[in-house]
């Protein structure tokens, strides 16, 4: 079943497709996902994907630069209009060689690392552009998850080492001074130091001693939960 925003998105792509007559079996293809025609959306699909095996790599360099802009930029974009089998035969070989030698141009490694979680090539593509914000937040959504995990099922118990965590937190303040904007500056802080809080207080009160996270949070006053909505303790 596609949700509406995955419909909205397979008619926009189709839509834009259909502006390269090359690509016209794969726009027919998002228009008969849209209908939840799922077996003929997929046999255009295949037609799509059997005519660009004699492309050329400039030619599927275009497709590919074509896509991705959806995905980055229209929600749900990325689910419909991406299958797996555009992915596996054509995306992915393309973004692949078309990092083996490319120089100039950060978006290929940007979208290699993120799509196909690639840690490296999300650096290059910051190398090739510091100001890749788009790249940099990637890698920040990956390490800060890390950290949340560590601390979402306090105050029973940490999953993970805290010290390590407190390192990949400075790790992450490093990436977060390098964003172009105030803005983007001052929201990952915020993510950051929520979760960070958590992972301070978890080694104060090993620290301490004190045999009960919980209690030595409300007797100190100090955050010791992390669920659907944070647990703060105040002095009454």
Not at 29 to 35: G, I, L, S, T, V
Request: glycine share 6%; proline share 4%; with cysteine.
């Amino acid at each position: 079943m596609i949700a509406k925003d995955q419909n909205t998105a397979l008619l926009t792509v189709g839509n834009s497709a259909l502006k390269n007559s090359d690509w016209t079996d794969y726009a027919n293809y998002c228009f008969d996902r849209e209908k939840g025609l799922r077996k003929e959306a997929f046999k255009h699909l295949d037609k799509f994907l059997k005519s660009t095996e004699n492309w050329s790599l400039d030619k599927k360099i275009d497709f590919v630069k074509f896509l991705f802009p959806f995905f980055e930029n229209v929600k749900d974009a990325d689910y419909g209009a991406f299958p797996q089998p555009l992915s596996d035969k054509l995306v992915k070989p393309t973004l692949t060689t078309w990092c083996d030698t490319e120089q100039i141009d950060n978006n290929p490694f940007r979208w290699l690392g993120k799509y196909y979680r690639s840690e490296e090539h999300l650096f290059r593509a910051l190398e090739i552009n510091p100001t890749d914000d788009l790249a940099r937040q990637t890698i920040l959504g990956w390490w800060t998850y890390n950290i949340y995990y560590s601390v979402h099922h306090l105050p029973e118990g940490y999953i993970g080492e805290p010290f390590d965590d407190i390192k990949l937190g400075e790790k992450i303040k490093e990436q977060i001074r390098q964003l172009t904007t105030l803005e983007l500056r001052e929201y990952w802080t915020k993510e950051l130091e929520e979760d960070l809080e958590l992972v301070r207080n978890y080694i104060d009160w090993k620290t301490s001693g004190h045999p009960d996270f919980e209690k030595w949070g409300q007797e100190n006053k100090r955050q010791t939960g992390y669920g659907l909505t944070r647990t703060y303790y105040y002095e009454k």
